[in-house]
Protein backbone atom coordinates (compact mmCIF):
# COMPACT_ATOMS: atom_id res chain seq x y z
CA UNK A 1 0.00 0.00 0.00
CA UNK A 2 1.48 3.51 -1.06
CA UNK A 3 1.46 6.30 1.30
CA UNK A 4 -1.12 8.03 -0.36
CA UNK A 5 -3.76 5.20 -0.57
CA UNK A 6 -2.74 4.10 3.13
CA UNK A 7 -3.62 8.11 4.66
CA UNK A 8 -7.06 6.91 2.51
CA UNK A 9 -7.65 3.74 4.27
CA UNK A 10 -6.50 5.54 7.29
CA UNK A 11 -9.23 8.40 7.01
CA UNK A 12 -12.20 5.92 5.91
CA UNK A 13 -11.23 3.31 9.23
CA UNK A 14 -11.23 6.25 11.42
CA UNK A 15 -14.28 7.59 9.63
CA UNK A 16 -16.50 4.47 9.91
CA UNK A 17 -14.95 2.70 13.28
CA UNK A 18 -13.93 5.81 15.41
CA UNK A 19 -16.26 8.99 14.50
CA UNK A 20 -19.76 7.27 13.61
CA UNK A 21 -20.36 5.12 16.90
CA UNK A 22 -19.45 8.57 19.45
CA UNK A 23 -23.32 8.90 19.81
CA UNK A 24 -24.12 5.33 19.79
CA UNK A 25 -24.40 4.54 23.32
CA UNK A 26 -24.84 6.38 26.48
CA UNK A 27 -22.26 7.51 28.79
CA UNK A 28 -20.39 5.51 31.11
CA UNK A 29 -20.00 5.90 34.72
CA UNK A 30 -18.17 7.29 36.62
CA UNK A 31 -15.35 8.40 33.65
CA UNK A 32 -17.04 10.18 31.18
CA UNK A 33 -19.84 10.91 32.92
CA UNK A 34 -17.91 13.09 34.96
CA UNK A 35 -15.06 14.76 32.17
CA UNK A 36 -18.46 15.53 30.27
CA UNK A 37 -20.37 17.33 32.78
CA UNK A 38 -16.81 18.96 33.62
CA UNK A 39 -16.42 20.54 29.96
CA UNK A 40 -20.11 21.74 30.25
CA UNK A 41 -20.28 23.44 33.29
CA UNK A 42 -16.63 24.89 32.20
CA UNK A 43 -18.50 25.90 28.83
CA UNK A 44 -21.40 27.38 30.37
CA UNK A 45 -20.06 29.16 33.71
CA UNK A 46 -17.42 31.07 31.50
CA UNK A 47 -14.64 29.87 33.61
CA UNK A 48 -11.79 28.54 32.06
CA UNK A 49 -9.29 28.77 35.41
CA UNK A 50 -10.72 26.50 37.99
CA UNK A 51 -11.66 22.82 37.76
CA UNK A 52 -15.28 22.66 38.84
CA UNK A 53 -17.40 19.09 38.77
CA UNK A 54 -21.00 19.67 39.62
CA UNK A 55 -20.44 22.95 40.73
CA UNK A 56 -18.11 21.97 43.40
CA UNK A 57 -14.09 22.73 43.59
CA UNK A 58 -12.30 19.63 42.05
CA UNK A 59 -8.37 19.72 41.72
CA UNK A 60 -7.36 16.51 40.76
CA UNK A 61 -6.64 17.43 37.14
CA UNK A 62 -5.42 20.72 36.02
CA UNK A 63 -7.19 22.43 33.40
CA UNK A 64 -6.07 21.35 29.58
CA UNK A 65 -7.91 18.02 29.32
CA UNK A 66 -10.91 20.17 30.50
CA UNK A 67 -10.76 22.52 27.77
CA UNK A 68 -10.22 20.00 25.05
CA UNK A 69 -13.51 18.94 25.76
CA UNK A 70 -15.21 21.93 26.53
CA UNK A 71 -14.63 23.40 23.09
CA UNK A 72 -15.37 19.89 21.32
CA UNK A 73 -18.65 20.51 22.97
CA UNK A 74 -19.08 23.89 21.69
CA UNK A 75 -18.34 23.03 18.15
CA UNK A 76 -20.16 19.67 17.88
CA UNK A 77 -23.05 20.38 20.52
CA UNK A 78 -23.33 19.02 24.21
CA UNK A 79 -24.04 15.74 23.03
CA UNK A 80 -22.86 11.97 23.28
CA UNK A 81 -20.64 12.90 19.89
CA UNK A 82 -19.67 16.22 21.56
CA UNK A 83 -18.20 14.65 25.10
CA UNK A 84 -16.12 11.91 23.15
CA UNK A 85 -14.90 13.69 19.89
CA UNK A 86 -11.63 14.92 21.61
CA UNK A 87 -10.64 11.52 22.53
CA UNK A 88 -11.05 10.56 19.06
CA UNK A 89 -8.99 13.51 17.62
CA UNK A 90 -6.26 12.78 19.83
CA UNK A 91 -5.50 9.53 19.22
CA UNK A 92 -5.89 10.09 15.03
CA UNK A 93 -2.98 12.93 16.03
CA UNK A 94 -1.20 9.90 18.24
CA UNK A 95 -1.46 7.64 15.04
CA UNK A 96 -0.42 10.06 12.57
CA UNK A 97 2.81 11.34 14.99
CA UNK A 98 3.63 6.78 15.52
CA UNK A 99 3.68 6.66 11.70
CA UNK A 100 5.42 9.64 11.37
CA UNK A 101 8.25 8.51 13.64
CA UNK A 102 8.16 5.36 12.06
CA UNK A 103 8.91 6.80 8.53
CA UNK A 104 11.98 9.13 9.63
CA UNK A 105 13.84 6.47 11.80
CA UNK A 106 13.30 3.18 9.36
CA UNK A 107 12.60 5.04 6.23
CA UNK A 108 10.31 2.46 5.28
CA UNK A 109 6.79 3.14 4.18
CA UNK A 110 5.64 -0.39 5.20
CA UNK A 111 6.89 -0.43 8.64
CA UNK A 112 5.87 3.28 9.07
CA UNK A 113 1.91 1.86 7.80
CA UNK A 114 2.49 -1.48 9.98
CA UNK A 115 2.87 0.55 13.16
CA UNK A 116 0.07 2.91 12.75
CA UNK A 117 -1.83 0.20 12.03
CA UNK A 118 -1.18 -1.78 15.21
CA UNK A 119 -1.01 1.37 17.21
CA UNK A 120 -4.61 2.09 16.17
CA UNK A 121 -5.93 -1.63 16.93
CA UNK A 122 -4.71 -2.50 19.97
CA UNK A 123 -7.45 -2.89 22.68
CA UNK A 124 -6.76 -0.04 25.06
CA UNK A 125 -6.14 2.48 22.71
CA UNK A 126 -9.33 1.68 20.30
CA UNK A 127 -11.43 1.82 23.31
CA UNK A 128 -10.27 4.51 25.14
CA UNK A 129 -10.66 6.39 21.51
CA UNK A 130 -13.79 6.11 21.21
CA UNK A 131 -14.06 7.40 25.41
CA UNK A 132 -14.43 10.61 26.76
CA UNK A 133 -10.93 10.81 28.96
CA UNK A 134 -7.57 12.67 29.69
CA UNK A 135 -5.58 10.00 29.66
CA UNK A 136 -6.35 9.74 25.11
CA UNK A 137 -5.14 13.71 25.37
CA UNK A 138 -1.84 12.81 27.99
CA UNK A 139 -0.99 9.84 25.54
CA UNK A 140 -0.77 12.97 22.56
CA UNK A 141 1.45 15.15 24.37
CA UNK A 142 3.86 12.43 26.00
CA UNK A 143 4.17 10.88 22.02
CA UNK A 144 4.72 14.03 20.74
CA UNK A 145 7.31 14.51 23.29
CA UNK A 146 9.39 11.33 22.76
CA UNK A 147 9.42 12.16 19.35
CA UNK A 148 10.63 15.63 19.96
CA UNK A 149 12.81 14.37 22.21
CA UNK A 150 14.52 11.62 19.95
CA UNK A 151 15.32 14.30 17.19
CA UNK A 152 16.60 16.76 19.51
CA UNK A 153 19.15 14.55 20.06
CA UNK A 154 19.99 13.56 16.91
CA UNK A 155 19.82 16.92 15.31
CA UNK A 156 22.91 17.82 13.16
CA UNK A 157 21.98 21.51 12.56
CA UNK A 158 21.54 24.02 15.19
CA UNK A 159 18.41 25.33 14.10
CA UNK A 160 16.84 21.74 14.26
CA UNK A 161 18.51 21.26 17.66
CA UNK A 162 16.21 24.16 19.02
CA UNK A 163 13.35 23.23 16.81
CA UNK A 164 13.18 20.04 18.47
CA UNK A 165 14.28 21.21 21.94
CA UNK A 166 11.52 23.53 21.94
CA UNK A 167 8.65 21.43 20.61
CA UNK A 168 9.69 19.18 23.52
CA UNK A 169 9.10 21.80 25.86
CA UNK A 170 5.94 22.50 24.46
CA UNK A 171 4.39 18.56 24.81
CA UNK A 172 5.94 18.60 28.52
CA UNK A 173 3.89 21.96 28.98
CA UNK A 174 0.44 20.85 27.54
CA UNK A 175 1.03 17.33 28.83
CA UNK A 176 1.43 19.13 32.39
CA UNK A 177 -2.04 21.04 32.02
CA UNK A 178 -3.62 17.69 31.46
CA UNK A 179 -2.38 15.48 33.80
CA UNK A 180 0.35 17.30 36.28
CA UNK A 181 3.77 16.60 36.88
CA UNK A 182 4.00 12.88 35.36
CA UNK A 183 4.28 14.89 31.86
CA UNK A 184 8.07 16.32 33.02
CA UNK A 185 9.08 13.29 35.00
CA UNK A 186 8.37 10.71 32.31
CA UNK A 187 10.95 12.53 29.14
CA UNK A 188 13.54 13.20 32.28
CA UNK A 189 13.38 9.74 32.84
CA UNK A 190 14.28 8.49 29.21
CA UNK A 191 16.26 11.02 28.51
CA UNK A 192 18.58 10.43 31.71
CA UNK A 193 19.71 6.99 30.40
CA UNK A 194 19.20 7.50 27.15
CA UNK A 195 22.06 10.23 27.09
CA UNK A 196 24.49 7.79 29.29
CA UNK A 197 23.68 5.00 27.24
CA UNK A 198 24.80 7.12 24.09
CA UNK A 199 27.31 9.41 25.12
CA UNK A 200 25.09 12.31 24.55
CA UNK A 201 24.80 13.70 28.45
CA UNK A 202 26.70 17.18 26.93
CA UNK A 203 23.60 17.03 24.63
CA UNK A 204 21.15 17.00 26.87
CA UNK A 205 23.22 19.34 29.32
CA UNK A 206 23.15 22.23 26.66
CA UNK A 207 20.09 22.03 25.63
CA UNK A 208 17.33 21.08 28.41
CA UNK A 209 16.96 23.91 29.26
CA UNK A 210 15.29 25.44 26.91
CA UNK A 211 12.64 22.88 27.00
CA UNK A 212 12.27 23.21 30.51
CA UNK A 213 11.98 27.38 29.13
CA UNK A 214 9.47 26.38 26.67
CA UNK A 215 7.37 23.85 28.99
CA UNK A 216 7.48 27.04 31.93
CA UNK A 217 6.17 29.70 29.10
CA UNK A 218 3.58 26.97 28.06
CA UNK A 219 2.24 26.34 31.63
CA UNK A 220 3.02 29.15 33.70
CA UNK A 221 0.18 31.41 33.06
CA UNK A 222 -2.53 29.25 34.23
CA UNK A 223 -0.82 27.69 36.89
CA UNK A 224 -0.39 31.60 38.13
CA UNK A 225 -3.74 32.11 37.62
CA UNK A 226 -5.60 29.28 39.24
CA UNK A 227 -3.32 29.97 42.34
CA UNK A 228 -4.55 33.91 42.52
CA UNK A 229 -8.04 32.21 41.96
CA UNK A 230 -7.81 29.03 44.20
CA UNK A 231 -4.79 29.36 46.38
CA UNK A 232 -5.44 25.80 47.92
CA UNK A 233 -5.20 23.88 44.23
CA UNK A 234 -1.66 22.77 43.69
CA UNK A 235 -1.33 22.35 47.91
CA UNK A 236 -4.11 19.41 47.29
CA UNK A 237 -2.84 18.33 43.65
CA UNK A 238 0.87 17.98 44.69
CA UNK A 239 0.52 15.62 47.75
CA UNK A 240 -3.48 14.69 47.05
CA UNK A 241 -3.04 13.32 43.29
CA UNK A 242 0.84 12.45 43.78
CA UNK A 243 3.17 11.97 46.12
CA UNK A 244 -0.17 9.94 47.95
CA UNK A 245 -1.35 8.11 44.84
CA UNK A 246 2.43 7.12 43.80
CA UNK A 247 3.40 6.59 47.02
CA UNK A 248 0.83 6.24 50.10
CA UNK A 249 -0.19 2.81 51.31
CA UNK A 250 -3.50 4.70 51.19
CA UNK A 251 -3.33 5.31 47.34
CA UNK A 252 -6.75 5.31 45.12
CA UNK A 253 -6.91 2.10 43.41
CA UNK A 254 -4.29 0.32 45.01
CA UNK A 255 -2.59 -2.69 42.79
CA UNK A 256 0.44 -5.02 42.80
CA UNK A 257 3.35 -4.52 41.43
CA UNK A 258 2.62 -6.80 38.44
CA UNK A 259 -0.27 -5.19 37.61
CA UNK A 260 0.03 -3.86 34.21
CA UNK A 261 1.82 -7.03 32.68
CA UNK A 262 -1.05 -8.63 32.49
CA UNK A 263 -2.58 -5.17 31.16
CA UNK A 264 -0.40 -4.96 28.62
CA UNK A 265 -0.98 -8.01 27.02
CA UNK A 266 -4.92 -7.51 27.24
CA UNK A 267 -4.33 -4.00 25.94
CA UNK A 268 -2.36 -4.80 23.16
CA UNK A 269 -4.70 -7.28 21.72
CA UNK A 270 -5.35 -8.44 18.96
CA UNK A 271 -0.93 -8.51 18.55
CA UNK A 272 -0.58 -10.02 21.72
CA UNK A 273 1.25 -13.09 20.98
CA UNK A 274 3.40 -10.82 18.85
CA UNK A 275 4.96 -9.02 21.48
CA UNK A 276 7.47 -11.36 22.76
CA UNK A 277 9.09 -11.42 19.27
CA UNK A 278 9.22 -8.46 18.58
CA UNK A 279 10.71 -7.35 22.19
CA UNK A 280 13.44 -10.01 21.16
CA UNK A 281 14.11 -8.46 18.00
CA UNK A 282 14.26 -4.99 19.34
CA UNK A 283 16.50 -6.57 22.11
CA UNK A 284 18.99 -7.75 19.42
CA UNK A 285 19.24 -4.50 17.63
CA UNK A 286 19.48 -2.60 20.76
CA UNK A 287 22.90 -1.32 19.04
CA UNK A 288 20.65 0.89 16.85
CA UNK A 289 20.32 4.52 18.50
CA UNK A 290 16.78 4.25 17.52
CA UNK A 291 15.66 0.85 18.61
CA UNK A 292 17.56 1.97 21.68
CA UNK A 293 15.67 4.57 22.33
CA UNK A 294 12.16 2.63 22.01
CA UNK A 295 13.41 0.43 24.93
CA UNK A 296 13.74 2.87 26.72
CA UNK A 297 10.49 4.40 25.77
CA UNK A 298 8.84 1.63 26.47
CA UNK A 299 10.82 0.57 30.02
CA UNK A 300 11.03 3.17 32.05
CA UNK A 301 7.44 4.32 31.67
CA UNK A 302 6.60 0.90 32.37
CA UNK A 303 8.49 0.37 35.53
CA UNK A 304 7.96 4.09 36.60
CA UNK A 305 4.04 2.82 36.71
CA UNK A 306 4.64 -0.54 38.18
CA UNK A 307 6.36 1.11 41.00
CA UNK A 308 3.50 3.30 41.47
CA UNK A 309 1.10 2.43 44.75
CA UNK A 310 -1.72 3.49 42.88
CA UNK A 311 -2.93 2.12 39.35
CA UNK A 312 -5.67 2.11 36.83
CA UNK A 313 -5.17 -0.03 33.71
CA UNK A 314 -5.17 3.23 31.13
CA UNK A 315 -2.12 4.63 32.89
CA UNK A 316 0.02 2.29 30.76
CA UNK A 317 -1.28 4.35 27.53
CA UNK A 318 1.93 6.15 26.83
CA UNK A 319 3.67 1.73 26.29
CA UNK A 320 1.55 1.72 23.31
CA UNK A 321 3.01 3.79 20.95
CA UNK A 322 6.90 2.50 21.16
CA UNK A 323 5.07 -1.39 21.74
CA UNK A 324 3.45 -0.31 18.23
CA UNK A 325 6.63 0.65 16.44
CA UNK A 326 8.15 -2.93 17.79
CA UNK A 327 5.57 -4.64 16.57
CA UNK A 328 5.10 -3.14 13.40
CA UNK A 329 9.03 -3.66 12.59
CA UNK A 330 8.64 -6.94 13.65
CA UNK A 331 5.91 -8.21 10.94
CA UNK A 332 7.44 -6.04 8.33
CA UNK A 333 10.77 -8.36 8.77
CA UNK A 334 8.38 -11.66 9.18
CA UNK A 335 6.84 -11.04 5.68
CA UNK A 336 10.09 -9.86 4.12
CA UNK A 337 11.64 -13.48 5.40
CA UNK A 338 8.52 -15.40 4.76
CA UNK A 339 8.68 -16.33 8.80
CA UNK A 340 4.86 -16.75 9.04
CA UNK A 341 5.37 -18.80 12.43
CA UNK A 342 4.44 -15.66 14.91
CA UNK A 343 1.95 -14.39 13.28
CA UNK A 344 -0.17 -17.63 12.39
CA UNK A 345 0.68 -18.18 16.15
CA UNK A 346 -1.00 -14.67 16.82
CA UNK A 347 -3.88 -15.73 15.00
CA UNK A 348 -4.43 -18.98 16.67
CA UNK A 349 -4.50 -17.27 20.13
CA UNK A 350 -7.28 -14.78 18.71
CA UNK A 351 -9.36 -17.37 17.22
CA UNK A 352 -8.98 -19.15 21.28
CA UNK A 353 -9.98 -15.89 22.64
CA UNK A 354 -13.24 -15.60 20.14
CA UNK A 355 -14.10 -18.84 20.48
CA UNK A 356 -13.88 -18.79 24.32
CA UNK A 357 -16.15 -15.50 23.91
CA UNK A 358 -18.99 -17.46 22.15
CA UNK A 359 -18.86 -20.18 23.98
CA UNK A 360 -18.75 -18.21 27.25
CA UNK A 361 -22.00 -15.95 26.19
CA UNK A 362 -23.91 -19.55 24.93
CA UNK A 363 -23.18 -20.83 28.68
CA UNK A 364 -24.30 -17.96 30.27
CA UNK A 365 -27.42 -17.32 28.00
CA UNK A 366 -28.25 -20.99 28.95
CA UNK A 367 -27.82 -20.65 33.08
CA UNK A 368 -27.73 -17.07 33.88
CA UNK A 369 -29.12 -14.81 30.71
CA UNK A 370 -27.48 -11.61 30.38
CA UNK A 371 -30.05 -10.80 27.42
CA UNK A 372 -34.08 -11.29 28.08
CA UNK A 373 -36.44 -12.30 25.65
CA UNK A 374 -37.16 -9.26 24.09
CA UNK A 375 -33.23 -8.11 23.71
CA UNK A 376 -33.00 -10.47 20.42
CA UNK A 377 -31.58 -8.32 18.27
CA UNK A 378 -28.84 -6.79 21.04
CA UNK A 379 -27.89 -10.53 21.31
CA UNK A 380 -27.75 -11.49 17.93
CA UNK A 381 -25.76 -8.25 17.18
CA UNK A 382 -22.90 -9.29 19.86
CA UNK A 383 -22.76 -12.95 18.44
CA UNK A 384 -21.79 -10.87 14.97
CA UNK A 385 -19.43 -9.07 15.89
CA UNK A 386 -17.95 -12.44 17.88
CA UNK A 387 -18.32 -13.51 14.35
CA UNK A 388 -16.13 -10.91 12.58
CA UNK A 389 -13.33 -11.21 14.89
CA UNK A 390 -13.48 -15.10 14.87
CA UNK A 391 -13.08 -14.39 11.03
CA UNK A 392 -10.17 -12.17 11.54
CA UNK A 393 -8.54 -14.20 13.26
CA UNK A 394 -8.90 -17.36 11.15
CA UNK A 395 -7.89 -15.56 8.24
CA UNK A 396 -4.83 -14.73 10.00
CA UNK A 397 -4.25 -18.02 11.05
CA UNK A 398 -4.82 -19.56 7.44
CA UNK A 399 -2.23 -16.75 5.31
CA UNK A 400 -0.49 -14.68 7.69
CA UNK A 401 2.08 -13.45 5.47
CA UNK A 402 -1.09 -12.37 3.53
CA UNK A 403 -3.54 -11.25 5.89
CA UNK A 404 -1.41 -10.07 8.64
CA UNK A 405 -3.94 -7.22 9.33
CA UNK A 406 -6.89 -9.10 9.42
CA UNK A 407 -7.39 -9.05 13.07
CA UNK A 408 -7.38 -5.32 13.06
CA UNK A 409 -10.54 -4.87 11.41
CA UNK A 410 -12.02 -7.34 14.41
CA UNK A 411 -11.25 -5.15 17.15
CA UNK A 412 -12.87 -1.80 15.21
CA UNK A 413 -15.66 -3.97 14.82
CA UNK A 414 -15.88 -4.24 18.20
CA UNK A 415 -15.80 -1.42 19.91
CA UNK A 416 -17.90 0.52 17.44
CA UNK A 417 -20.63 -1.80 17.77
CA UNK A 418 -20.85 -4.15 21.15
CA UNK A 419 -20.93 -0.45 23.42
CA UNK A 420 -24.24 -0.18 21.78
CA UNK A 421 -24.97 -3.77 21.62
CA UNK A 422 -24.72 -4.64 25.68
CA UNK A 423 -27.97 -6.15 28.08
CA UNK A 424 -30.08 -3.61 29.08
CA UNK A 425 -29.38 -4.35 32.38
CA UNK A 426 -25.70 -3.37 31.95
CA UNK A 427 -26.54 -0.34 30.17
CA UNK A 428 -29.35 0.80 33.39
CA UNK A 429 -26.21 0.37 35.88
CA UNK A 430 -23.38 1.65 33.62
CA UNK A 431 -25.09 4.11 31.52
CA UNK A 432 -27.73 5.74 33.37
CA UNK A 433 -27.95 9.26 31.30
CA UNK A 434 -29.76 7.27 28.85
CA UNK A 435 -32.20 6.56 31.47
CA UNK A 436 -32.30 9.77 32.63
CA UNK A 437 -32.84 11.16 28.88
CA UNK A 438 -35.95 8.91 29.01
CA UNK A 439 -37.45 10.96 31.92
CA UNK A 440 -35.65 14.33 31.06
CA UNK A 441 -38.75 16.13 30.95
CA UNK A 442 -40.36 15.04 34.43
CA UNK A 443 -36.58 15.57 35.97
CA UNK A 444 -36.65 18.97 34.27
CA UNK A 445 -39.68 20.40 36.86
CA UNK A 446 -37.45 19.35 39.53
CA UNK A 447 -36.87 22.25 42.09
CA UNK A 448 -34.49 19.85 43.92
CA UNK A 449 -32.12 17.13 42.49
CA UNK A 450 -30.48 14.31 44.30
CA UNK A 451 -28.50 11.31 43.66
CA UNK A 452 -26.76 8.90 45.46
CA UNK A 453 -23.80 8.19 43.52
CA UNK A 454 -21.04 10.28 41.87
CA UNK A 455 -21.12 9.25 38.29
CA UNK A 456 -25.11 8.73 38.28
CA UNK A 457 -25.13 12.63 39.38
CA UNK A 458 -22.86 13.44 36.79
CA UNK A 459 -25.09 12.19 34.03
CA UNK A 460 -28.07 13.83 35.37
CA UNK A 461 -26.02 17.13 35.60
CA UNK A 462 -25.18 16.54 32.33
CA UNK A 463 -28.77 15.82 30.57
CA UNK A 464 -30.34 18.70 32.71
CA UNK A 465 -27.30 21.25 32.22
CA UNK A 466 -28.00 21.73 35.93
CA UNK A 467 -25.18 21.69 38.88
CA UNK A 468 -27.23 21.66 41.96
CA UNK A 469 -27.18 18.26 42.47
CA UNK A 470 -27.67 17.30 46.44
CA UNK A 471 -24.80 13.93 47.01
CA UNK A 472 -27.35 11.68 49.41
CA UNK A 473 -25.14 9.57 51.73
CA UNK A 474 -21.97 9.61 49.78
CA UNK A 475 -19.43 11.82 48.68
CA UNK A 476 -16.64 10.16 46.84
CA UNK A 477 -14.24 12.30 45.06
CA UNK A 478 -16.39 15.22 45.76
CA UNK A 479 -15.56 15.00 49.58
CA UNK A 480 -12.92 17.79 48.89
CA UNK A 481 -15.30 19.89 47.37
CA UNK A 482 -18.14 19.43 49.92
CA UNK A 483 -15.76 20.18 52.56
CA UNK A 484 -15.51 23.55 51.20
CA UNK A 485 -16.46 26.05 54.01
CA UNK A 486 -18.75 28.12 50.99
CA UNK A 487 -20.74 24.70 50.11
CA UNK A 488 -24.02 24.46 52.37
CA UNK A 489 -26.86 22.38 51.06
CA UNK A 490 -25.01 19.78 49.39
CA UNK A 491 -24.92 16.65 51.27
CA UNK A 492 -27.63 15.10 53.18
CA UNK A 493 -26.76 11.69 55.39
CA UNK A 494 -29.78 8.75 55.59
CA UNK A 495 -30.68 9.35 58.53
CA UNK A 496 -31.36 13.22 57.94
CA UNK A 497 -32.89 12.65 54.79
CA UNK A 498 -36.44 12.37 55.62
CA UNK A 499 -36.35 15.24 57.45
CA UNK A 500 -34.18 17.07 54.96
CA UNK A 501 -37.08 15.68 52.22
CA UNK A 502 -39.85 16.94 53.55
CA UNK A 503 -38.22 20.65 53.93
CA UNK A 504 -37.14 20.57 50.69
CA UNK A 505 -40.88 19.49 48.78
CA UNK A 506 -42.17 22.58 50.38
CA UNK A 507 -40.06 24.44 47.69
CA UNK A 508 -41.18 22.48 44.80
CA UNK A 509 -41.00 18.75 43.31
CA UNK A 510 -37.69 16.75 44.38
CA UNK A 511 -36.22 14.52 41.32
CA UNK A 512 -34.04 12.10 43.07
CA UNK A 513 -32.03 9.64 40.91
CA UNK A 514 -30.75 6.30 43.07
CA UNK A 515 -28.10 3.81 41.61
CA UNK A 516 -28.95 0.51 43.79
CA UNK A 517 -27.61 -2.46 44.97
CA UNK A 518 -29.87 -5.01 46.37
CA UNK A 519 -29.16 -4.60 50.32
CA UNK A 520 -29.74 -1.14 50.31
CA UNK A 521 -32.87 -0.87 47.86
CA UNK A 522 -36.44 -1.08 50.16
CA UNK A 523 -34.95 0.39 52.93
CA UNK A 524 -33.83 3.63 50.87
CA UNK A 525 -37.19 3.44 48.99
CA UNK A 526 -39.05 2.99 51.98
CA UNK A 527 -38.06 6.59 52.91
CA UNK A 528 -39.77 8.29 50.15
CA UNK A 529 -43.43 9.85 50.36
CA UNK A 530 -46.23 7.28 49.66
CA UNK A 531 -47.00 9.69 46.39
CA UNK A 532 -44.03 9.60 44.62
CA UNK A 533 -43.81 8.60 41.64
CA UNK A 534 -41.30 6.10 41.24
CA UNK A 535 -39.28 4.89 37.14
CA UNK A 536 -37.45 1.86 37.68
CA UNK A 537 -35.07 0.07 34.98
CA UNK A 538 -32.44 -2.70 37.28
CA UNK A 539 -30.65 -0.85 39.70
CA UNK A 540 -31.94 2.49 38.49
CA UNK A 541 -34.47 4.12 40.19
CA UNK A 542 -35.80 7.65 39.21
CA UNK A 543 -38.58 9.13 41.90
CA UNK A 544 -40.46 12.14 41.47
CA UNK A 545 -41.67 13.48 44.48
CA UNK A 546 -44.44 16.17 43.99
Same mark, same amino acid.
Given at each position: MTPRRAALALGAVFAL????? #? @???? #??IPDESRYAQIGQEMLRSGDWIAPHF? @?? %????KPIGGYWLIALSEAVFGENLFGARFASALVTLLTTLLVYGFAQRLWRDARTAIAAALVFLSCAL?? @?QAGYSNLDPQFNLWVTLGMVALYFAFESGSRASRLRWWAVLGLACGLGFLTKGFLAFALPVLVALPYALWQGRWRVLLAWGPLAVGVALLVCLPWALAVHWREPDFWNFFFWNEHVRRFASATAQHMRPWWFFVPIVFAGALPWAALLPPALRLAWSQ $???????????????????????? @?? #??????????PLALGVGRFVVQARSQRSARALRVNG?????????????? /???? #?????YSAGEGSRLALV?? /????????????????? $??????AFGVWTFFALVPAALPLALVHNKMPDQFILAHRDALRGAHTLVSDDVGTAAALAWRLARTDVVMLDTQGELAYGLSQPDVQGRYVTRADFPAWLAQARRNGPVGIVLRLGDAEEEPLLAL????? $??? %?AGRLVIAIVP
Open positions: FFLVP #L @GLHG #LWL @GL %RYFEVA @G $RGERATAFVLLWFAVPFVFFSLSK @GK #LPTYILPCFAALNLLIGAGAVAGL /VWLQ #LHDPLVA /VLGVWLLCAALQCWQPL $RHWAAPLPPDT $RVH %R
